[in-house]
């Protein structure tokens, strides 16, 4: 089993549709958890940070965690078209910058 | 305040030559990772450096795969004797601080192996 797993399946989407990503993870160590955008032939681009259970919010992206079920999600509200972008959970235990990415989401809007 | 810069943007080796890969990191930063993102792979980590030490290369083949971040310039990633296998795109990422998870990426270097 891989220490996160994100479904790479590619996600198209209408303008202004809700967007829901999924991680889950298998190594009770981690203890911080990212989302990274990563635009086509860009380096991934840091967009949310969390290390407590629970939703964190920033505009129309919410972070969760849940620590008990060992996953994390990403919800972007109000799609636009500048969000198509492959979508990168990430997650390391303390003191340790060795991320451990998931596959990745793409993620289309489409007008 | 420029961020990560990563050069060549796109390398062409044929197999068996060198593959010399750079990073300069966000000014301020002076802890610097690799990673290599293989096609239909998710990022894979390579190895840690500061300034004149490598702190962590448990994700670094064994074999032809070195690195090193000198008191100046760039570090550097080396590929020797490349084989098809190593096409991949290698990012860089650094941080202010061993303790701060937030990494920042430069836009990755896409090596190809004819």
């Known amino acids: 089993q891989k220490e996160v797993e994100q479904d790479p399946g590619p996600l198209s989407v209408p303008e202004g549709a809700i967007v829901s990503l999924n991680c889950t993870y298998s190594?009770?160590?981690?203890?911080?958890f990212m989302w990274y955008r990563q635009y086509s032939r860009k380096g991934p681009e840091l967009l949310m940070y969390?290390?407590?259970?629970g939703n964190k919010e920033d505009g129309r992206f919410t972070a969760q965690l849940n620590r008990a079920s060992q996953y994390i999600s990403l919800l972007i509200r109000d799609s636009k078209l500048s969000d198509s972008a492959t979508y990168l959970c990430?997650?390391?235990?303390?003191?340790?910058?060795?991320?451990?990415f998931g596959k990745g989401n793409q993620v289309v809007v489409i007008p | 305040n420029a961020g990560v810069m990563q050069n060549p943007r796109h390398l062409v080796r044929r197999r068996g030559q060198e593959a010399r890969l750079r990073c300069s990191p966000m000014?301020?930063?002076?802890?610097v990772y690799w990673y290599r993102q293989l096609p239909e792979e998710g990022l894979k980590f390579m190895v840690y450096l500061q300034k004149e030490n490598i702190i962590d290369e448990s994700g670094m083949p064994k074999e032809r795969f070195s690195a090193e971040f000198p008191k100046e310039g760039p570090s550097i990633l080396r590929i020797q004797q490349v084989v098809r296998g190593d096409s991949a795109a290698y990012f860089c990422?650094?941080?202010?601080?061993?303790?701060?998870?937030?990494?920042?990426f430069g836009s990755g270097t896409q090596l190809s192996v004819l």
């Open positions: 000014k301020g930063h002076s802890h």
């Open positions: 969390t290390y407590s259970s």
């Open positions: 190594n009770s160590a981690f203890q911080y």
């Open positions: 990430a997650m390391t235990d303390y003191g340790n910058n060795r991320l451990a």
């Open positions: 990422a650094s941080s202010p601080g061993q303790l701060d998870e937030k990494l920042f």
